[in-house]
């Protein structure tokens, strides 16, 4: 039989913008409404893709900031990456270019398989939205990353992160074989 293909994916971005929340939405199917700051978990979750199933890790970070010096767990054996902002915080959508320069400033490459997520979508009817999904979309077209809005809080487009990320990372690596 085949054997699991394993991929690892690391959740970046800055502190509360809802990384833990998206992560626990997506592995335990339910809203957390105040969660303990992380300091780093990780989560493992089979995940079908385009009919195979890939074994996932999945690294819900701390947070980063722009003093954030770049872990090297986070950039060595990382297969793709999902970069979260809020659409209510334009200064966590400002910090998603700044992680990514760092990412691939380490890894010495000029482009990773990325998301870039824009959480919190469903706070937007209060009129607290800082960050236009245009803005969003230019970004990661600026950047050849996936991009998506999501809410862990109603379950919107969750599971979508995850699936788009799986295929960043197969788009890049068509032939790659469990390792
Ligand atoms: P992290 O620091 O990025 O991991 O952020 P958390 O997941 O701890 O979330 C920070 C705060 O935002 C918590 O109070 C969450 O309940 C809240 N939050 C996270 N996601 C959402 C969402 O989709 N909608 C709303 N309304 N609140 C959210």
């Given at each position: 039989?085949?054997?699991?293909?394993?991929?690892?994916?690391?959740?970046?971005?800055?502190?509360?913008?809802?990384?833990?929340?998206?992560?626990?939405?997506?592995?335990?199917?339910?809203?957390?409404?105040?969660?303990?700051?992380?300091?780093?978990?990780?989560?493992?979750?089979?995940?079908?893709?385009?009919?195979?199933?890939?074994?996932?890790?999945?690294?819900?970070?701390?947070?980063?900031?722009?003093?954030?010096?770049?872990?090297?767990?986070?950039?060595?054996?990382?297969?793709?990456?999902?970069?979260?902002?809020?659409?209510?915080?334009?200064?966590?959508?400002?910090?998603?270019?700044?992680?990514?320069?760092?990412?691939?400033?380490?890894?010495?490459?000029?482009?990773?398989?990325?998301v870039i997520v824009g959480?919190?979508?469903?706070?937007?009817?209060?009129?607290?939205?800082?960050?236009?999904?245009?803005?969003g979309?230019?970004?990661a077209?600026?950047?050849?990353?996936a991009w998506v809005e999501t809410?862990?809080?109603?379950?919107?487009n969750v599971?979508k992160v995850?699936q788009l990320?799986?295929?960043?990372?197969?788009?890049?690596?068509?032939?790659?074989?469990?390792?």
């Amino acid at each position: 039989g085949d054997v699991l293909k394993k991929r690892k994916i690391a959740v970046l971005g800055s502190r509360s913008v809802g990384k833990s929340s998206l992560v626990i939405q997506f592995i335990e199917n339910h809203f957390v409404e105040s969660y303990y700051p992380t300091i780093e978990n990780t989560f493992t979750k089979s995940i079908n893709y385009n009919g195979v199933e890939y074994d996932c890790d999945i690294i819900d970070t701390a947070g980063q900031d722009e003093y954030t010096i770049l872990n090297q767990k986070h950039a060595i054996g990382i297969h793709g990456y999902v970069l979260v902002y809020s659409v209510t915080s334009r200064k966590s959508f400002e910090m998603i270019q700044i992680v990514y320069d760092k990412i691939i400033n380490f890894c010495g490459i000029n482009s990773i398989p990325c998301v870039i997520v824009g959480s919190k979508t469903d706070l937007q009817p209060s009129r607290s939205r800082q960050v236009a999904p245009d803005e969003g979309k230019e970004l990661a077209q600026l950047n050849h990353a996936a991009w998506v809005e999501t809410s862990a809080k109603t379950n919107t487009n969750v599971a979508k992160v995850f699936q788009l990320c799986l295929g960043e990372i197969e788009k890049r690596s068509p032939n790659s074989k469990a390792e």
